[in-house]
C-alpha cells in the first residue's frame, strides 16, 4: 500500500465513509501512479482496488502500486468492483467524486449496487494533491530547468540552480533514471 493511499485511507473515516471510489484520472494517477485513460480506484479501510479493461494490462503491471488490479473480461468496470471483496456490508457508504463522475457511472453503480449509500464527496484526494513530497519537488525542479533552458536561454543560470538542485536529491534519493535525465541537461558532466 502507498504512502498515498494509507492517507486517502485515514480521510476515509474522518469523512465517515465505508468506501471511496475515485474516479477523476488525476486523482488516481496521483494516489497509485496509472496514467492510463480509463479506471477507477476505489479505497476501503482495508485495503484498495483498481479497475480498468483489457487495452492496458501491460501497463497496469508497471505503473499500479499499492492497489490490486482487477481486469474484467467484458470490460464493465462497474459490474467488476460490485462483485468486490472489499465491498461489505448491507448499506455500504460509498463516497464519490461527483463532481468527475459521468453520469454512465452512477447510474451504472445505482443498478449494481441498489443497497449502497452514494455520498458525493469530491474533497477527500485534493487536499492531497496540493502537498509535494520530495521526489515530486526535484521532478518538478527539473522539468523547470528543462523548460527554461529550452524557451528561455537568457535565464540559463537560473536553470542550472534548478537543475543542480534536482541532480542532487536524485542522486541521494538513488532515482537513477530521473538523475540520468537531468545531468543530460548539464554542460560537462
Do not use: W
Not at 485515514?10 to 477523476?24: G, M, Q
Not at 501491460?58 to 502500486?65: A, D, I, L, S, W
Not at 494533491?129 to 537568457?154: F, G, H
Amino acid at each position: 500500500m502507498t504512502r498515498r493511499i494509507k492517507q486517502a485511507r485515514k480521510r476515509l473515516k474522518e469523512a465517515d465513509l465505508d468506501y471511496y471510489l475515485v474516479s477523476h484520472l488525476p486523482h488516481v494517477r496521483y494516489l497509485c501512479g496509472y496514467s492510463g485513460s480509463n479506471g477507477l480506484l476505489l479505497v476501503s479501510a482495508t485495503g484498495a482496488e483498481f479497475y480498468t479493461d483489457g487495452r492496458y494490462a501491460e501497463q497496469v503491471r508497471t505503473e499500479v502500486k499499492g492497489a490490486r488490479a482487477r481486469i474484467p473480461k467484458d470490460g464493465n468496470l462497474v459490474a467488476e468492483l460490485a462483485k468486490s471483496n472489499l465491498l461489505r456490508g448491507k448499506h455500504p457508504r460509498i463516497g464519490v467524486q461527483a463532481k468527475y463522475m459521468a453520469l454512465a457511472t452512477h447510474t451504472a453503480l445505482r443498478e449494481k449496487l441498489p443497497n449502497a449509500l452514494l455520498v458525493a464527496h469530491d474533497e477527500l484526494v485534493e487536499p492531497l494533491t496540493a502537498v509535494k513530497d520530495r521526489p515530486e519537488i526535484a521532478l518538478i525542479r527539473l522539468q523547470l530547468a528543462e523548460l527554461l533552458l529550452e524557451n528561455y536561454p537568457s535565464e540559463r543560470n537560473f536553470a542550472l540552480e534548478h537543475l543542480d538542485f534536482a541532480i542532487g536529491e536524485f542522486r541521494e534519493m538513488k532515482m537513477q533514471s530521473f538523475l540520468e535525465r537531468a545531468k543530460m541537461l548539464k554542460p560537462n558532466q
